[in-house]
């Protein structure tokens, strides 16, 4: 493997840019209008010329695709609409000769329902072993026609489907906290550790990198499965209660230390990420703990809104908690589950939590604005201290697409909140590459099938091609923006050092030689003179003052 990386070698995941692809929307190589295997590989050099470190690639294994490939039918293969398992251990190989790690996604909470596990479970007896692999009980009342508990199901609606029994009889409840097409595995039993166990070496065998890992925080489960108790309508009551039933349990920590020792048994040992909404900084850093998981997405520093103290506070603990298990930080702007952060920072800035267009959909939006401290978050971003992860399309300054049809909608949010929450397929748009009609280079031209969410007409001006050789645009401001941050050793892993600032701004240095400051107020900043600009997120008319919603970095050595 060949790994052009800064810092060669060492523990490259301390300070690496991760590059997630959805794959479903990435690059179409077969003209069937849905992302896949081939149309990655014919984007690596664009990747490339991006300069990011590493790609992280969404589910791309068998599975009906009732929630995006998060229900899988089988672990250790590929999706035929992706390609092959040739194909993928190709890409691997491939990913890896332009000098990118690979890292896959792997979802232990639920299965999906059509996994031979659950449909062997469905055609067995109630008390049965096939059962006990899931989370199935009697329904509690008199008549077992009331679900088991109070659980509830994150995309809406309640936590568990009743089933039909073999004999026709309607019978038990098994529990899913996602879609009832992705029924809870039962971590309890001793098939469904060994059973990962395989899959995690299955994949680490055909050379990937590491794992970001669906839910971690969800696999165990209180014993007795008792109620939550309280009114789960508030988000974060699901996730944020102390002893909470079936989230971030202390026992969940134990899968963790097994699959470490598994990463470790590898040369070079392979790495984790977790996708766990953890919202104390102290709780989440314990799945950060030597012998756990190496790295954990930021979701504080997501759904933080675009004001200084806010975001001051989330950096500062979130530094300070990874400080205390010797892990390094990530950051995080937008995902294929939030909505894209260009149309969240393109609305009235309050301190409560942003996520989903659903949050926004009914403020007043202002793209310009919103692209502009989307700039500025970006170089926020990539001078933290440790990993960042740009979302596919981040690069091209992507809004999200707001005004899908009803009837194209496909996230399960959508049925699941019987038509109250839009979901998130705003954000999921395939991407634009070239040209001035959808597909927009997507797909290869006259294809059969148009792209499987339909593009704006507007996405002509944001095209990887339209912007490739402005200098004013957002991929020449990434491509910048990651060529310093790739030689500048000061970037990275390492100490931030906060800097005395005007209010409403940040501003701190990261030792040695370099200063990032972004101005977050309304008005117009000072800046240093005796430094030297390195990229602002912005054209600056004057070299002493930095205006409102815009960062700099700046060299200090010269
Ligand atoms: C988190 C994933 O990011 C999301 O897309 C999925 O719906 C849920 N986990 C359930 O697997
Ligand atoms: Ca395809």
């Not at 899968?255 to 470490?260: G, K, M």
């Not at 979302?391 to 909140?417: H, I, K, N």
């Not at 031209?445 to 957002?474: C, E, F, I, V």
């Amino acid at each position: 493997m060949t790994w052009s990386g800064r810092k060669d070698g060492h523990e490259w995941w301390r300070h690496a840019v991760i590059y997630q692809v959805y794959i479903r929307s990435f690059a179409d190589g077969n003209g069937d209008g849905v992302g896949d295997i081939a149309g990655i590989r014919s984007r690596l050099p664009y990747l490339k010329d991006l300069g990011v470190d590493a790609l992280w690639i969404n589910p791309w294994y068998p599975s009906p695709m009732a929630d995006g490939g998060y229900d899988v039918s089988d672990y250790r293969g590929i999706a035929p609409e992706f390609g092959t398992l040739a194909d993928a251990t190709e890409f691997i190989d491939d990913a890896h000769m332009h000098g990118f790690r690979v890292l896959l996604d792997i979802v232990p909470n639920h299965t999906s329902s059509a996994h031979p596990w659950f449909q062997a479970a469905l055609a067995s007896a109630p008390g049965s072993p096939a059962r006990q692999r899931y989370h199935f009980r009697p329904g509690s009342g008199p008549h077992g026609d009331q679900p088991p508990n109070d659980w509830r199901s994150v995309f809406g609606g309640g936590g568990w489907t009743r089933i039909t029994e073999m004999d026709g009889t309607e019978g038990e409840w098994y529990l899913h906290l996602f879609a009832p097409e992705q029924p809870d595995l039962n971590w309890e039993h001793p098939d469904v550790a060994e059973d990962f166990d395989t899959t995690l070496r299955f994949w680490f065998e055909r050379g990937i990198d590491g794992f970001r890992i669906d839910v971690a925080n969800s696999l165990a489960k209180a014993a007795g499965l008792p109620d939550v108790g309280v009114d789960q309508s508030v988000a974060a009551a699901m996730y944020s209660l102390a002893d909470h039933p079936h989230w971030d349990r202390d026992e969940v920590h134990e899968v963790y230390r097994r699959w470490r020792r598994i990463a470790n048994s590898y040369d070079p040992p392979r790495i984790f990420v977790a996708e766990a909404l953890v919202y104390d900084p102290e709780r989440l850093a314990r799945y950060l703990r030597a012998d756990e998981l190496h790295t954990a997405f930021n979701f504080e520093f997501l759904e933080c809104p675009w004001l200084a103290e806010p975001l001051r506070r989330v950096i500062d603990a979130t530094v300070l908690e990874h400080a205390q298990v010797a892990a390094p930080p990530t950051w995080v702007l937008s995902n294929h589950d939030v909505a894209r952060h260009v149309s969240r920072y393109a609305r009235p800035q309050s301190t409560s939590r942003t996520r989903t267009l659903d949050d926004i959909i009914d403020k007043p939006m202002d793209l310009a604005l919103g692209t502009r401290r989307a700039r500025a978050a970006a170089l926020l971003m990539l001078a933290l201290p440790g990993c960042a992860y740009i979302y596919q399309g981040d690069e091209l300054g992507l809004p999200e697409v707001e005004d899908l049809a009803d009837d194209v909608l496909q996230d399960p949010t959508w049925e699941r909140s019987e038509h109250t929450e839009r979901g998130r397929d705003g954000c999921r748009v395939p991407l634009p590459w070239s040209g001035q009609v959808s597909p927009y280079g997507f797909s290869p031209p006259n294809s059969a099938k148009p792209p499987w969410l339909p593009q704006p007409d507007y996405w002509r001006g944001y095209t990887a091609q339209s912007q490739a050789d402005d200098p004013h645009s957002m991929l020449t401001f990434y491509r910048h923006a990651l060529r310093i941050r790739r030689t500048f050793e000061a970037l990275g892993d390492g100490p931030l050092v906060w800097i005395d600032s005007a209010p409403d701004v940040l501003h701190f240095s990261r030792p040695t030689g370099f200063e990032c400051l972004v101005n977050l107020s309304d008005t117009p900043t000072d800046m240093a003179r005796d430094s030297r600009i390195l990229i602002s997120s912005q054209p600056l008319t004057t070299r002493s003052e930095l205006p409102s919603d815009t960062a700099v970095w700046l060299s200090t050595n010269s």
